[in-house]
């Protein structure tokens, strides 16, 4: 593991990051999903594409990365842009989970490969809906400092930076930039996600012209046991395409 600060909007930020296969000229960056970190990356992906050099990395207030003030996925592809150029790599190849996928098409690669993105909005439960109207109740009654009692499981024990950026990146739509997207695209799901559920993953691959998708049994970590198979998947799928 190593750590590079790198200047953005006016500040530093430490980007905690690993590289295997150093020795190779091609590059492949890893982008975890929220709540995670680059070792479950590096777990699942560690002993596959030995052609490229791995490039892990932890997003800004996860792992060991750090983060000054709430972000969204736009101000996280740019932060991810300073520190590629800052560390000399142009990554051939991107592969994101969740919120690393829509980081992962920003970053606009020739070569995407989405386990399970994020980047389509679907309808919230009435739970959810509800728990959101009455956080903004005590937010206009001058209580936002309580918003722990509202937080979902996923910013349980997050500060405040990060709660805001949960916040933002949660409900960004990127059909559009799905949509616009030229390169190739393989698309890979669990049969049994409830994060991002498969109809997601279909929109995704129906709005993006150069894709192929493939579903697995398993839930929104569905890939953890399969790199093997996920770049075997690749290969085939990426054979003919330009």
């Known amino acids: 593991m190593a750590v590079k600060r790198v200047d953005f909007k006016g500040a530093q930020l430490s980007f905690s990051y690993t590289l295997l296969n150093q020795e190779k000229e091609n590059s492949i960056l890893f982008l975890h999903g929220w709540g995670a970190n680059k070792e479950l990356m590096k777990n699942s992906f560690g002993g596959f594409f030995k052609d490229y050099c791995h490039i892990y990395l932890d997003f800004p207030g996860f792992g060991n ?16 842009e300073e520190f590629l150029h800052s560390i000399n790599k142009s990554p051939q190849i991107i592969i994101g989970h969740s919120l690393g996928g829509k980081i992962a098409l920003l970053l606009n690669p020739k070569t995407l490969i989405l ?8 309808p919230k439960r009435f739970s959810v809906r ?13 209580l936002g400092r309580f918003y722990t009692l ?14 805001e950026t949960f916040k933002k990146v949660v409900n960004e ?6 949509k616009d997207y030229k390169g190739r695209v393989v698309v890979f799901w669990g049969k049994n996600d409830d994060t991002t559920p498969v109809a997601a993953g279909l929109k995704i691959s129906s709005l993006i012209k150069n894709s192929t998708f ?7 970590f569905f890939f953890l046991d399969k790199g093997g198979v996920i770049e075997s998947c690749v290969k085939t799928a990426l054979k003919g395409k330009k």
């Open 130 to 142: 509800f728990k959101i109207k009455l956080f903004k109740i005590f937010k206009f009654l001058g």
């Open 173 to 178: 739509d990127m059909s559009g930039h799905f």
């Open 150 to 163: 509202f937080a979902s499981k996923d910013v349980k024990g997050m500060d405040i930076a990060m709660y």
């Open 214 to 220: 493939f579903e697995f049994d398993g839930d929104h």
């Open 65 to 80: 990365s750090s983060i000054n003030e709430a972000m969204d996925s736009y101000d996280i592809k740019e932060a991810a």
């Open 115 to 122: 386990l399970s993105s994020a980047g389509i909005v679907l």
